[in-house]
């Protein structure tokens, strides 16, 4: 019976979906490490800067995984995104995957109400609930599309309540509502698939740890906030 009630919570908040940035309104500084098989090999950090019913997040992603002191595979990217009246307008991103570009140029068209996106995996339109597949934004969680912040693709999803679990991190104690987060279309090739288990904290409105499986056990956890 409680799973079926925070179902029909979930559905209520996705019709509040546009508000996400008001509950952000006093975070300057989100801090995240990235894991792989249990060790720090960089990080994802979030910087806010809020006014005049506008928002604008910049992230900076780095980390990299050695075999043998070779490196094997690589991730430096710079995004910034940009809302207003908690609207997405803009998302532009760079980034060098093993040395190789990819990029993002998204704008919000006030004419079609959709997402005009120029990206090197996509180019064309978009719904405008869709959500920047980015780990500050609860909103991940609400939607059915995420949009690659990498390469500009769209990706179907399905997001389904796990239960209610108490975890540590860094020394701190939170309840949290654990989720998964997996594509819709189960046909994809597995290095295609979405498959996410997410840890999301109600009482903040964070997303305090992310964990996959490719090449590995990786993880996104929350170290700091401001």
């Known amino acids: 019976m409680n799973k079926y009630i925070y179902i029909l919570l979930l559905i209520i908040f996705a019709f509040q979906a546009h508000s996400h940035t008001e509950h952000l309104k006093g975070i300057k500084k989100i801090e995240m490490e990235v894991l792989r098989n249990g060790e720090v090999i960089g990080y994802s950090n979030y910087f806010f800067d809020h006014g005049n019913d506008k928002m604008t997040v910049k992230n900076y992603t780095k980390f990299k995984v050695e075999l043998f002191g070779v490196s094997v595979f690589s991730v430096s990217s710079e995004t910034i995104e940009g809302y207003e009246n908690n609207e997405l307008i803009y998302f532009k991103s760079n980034t060098f995957q093993n040395d190789k570009e990819k990029y993002v140029n998204l704008n919000y068209n006030l004419s079609s109400k959709k997402l005009i996106i120029d990206g090197s995996s996509y180019k064309g339109d978009a719904s405008a609930d869709c959500v920047i597949g980015s780990w500050w934004n609860h909103k991940i969680l609400k939607t059915n599309c995420?949009?690659?912040?990498?390469?500009?693709?769209?990706?179907?999803q399905v997001v389904t309540f796990i239960g209610?679990?108490?975890?540590?991190?860094?020394?701190?104690?939170?309840?949290?509502d654990h989720f998964?987060?997996?594509?819709?279309?189960?046909?994809l090739p597995n290095d295609k698939k979405l498959d996410f288990d997410i840890?999301?904290?109600?009482e903040n409105h964070l997303i305090l740890r992310v964990a996959y499986l490719k090449m590995g056990k990786w993880e996104y956890r929350l170290k700091n906030f401001e």
């Open 164 to 176: 209610k679990e108490n975890i540590t991190l860094y020394g701190k104690n939170y309840s949290v």
């Open 146 to 156: 995420q949009i690659s912040p990498l390469s500009g693709s769209i990706k179907d």
């Open 199 to 202: 840890w999301f904290n109600s």
């Open 180 to 187: 998964k987060l997996k594509s819709k279309d189960e046909s």
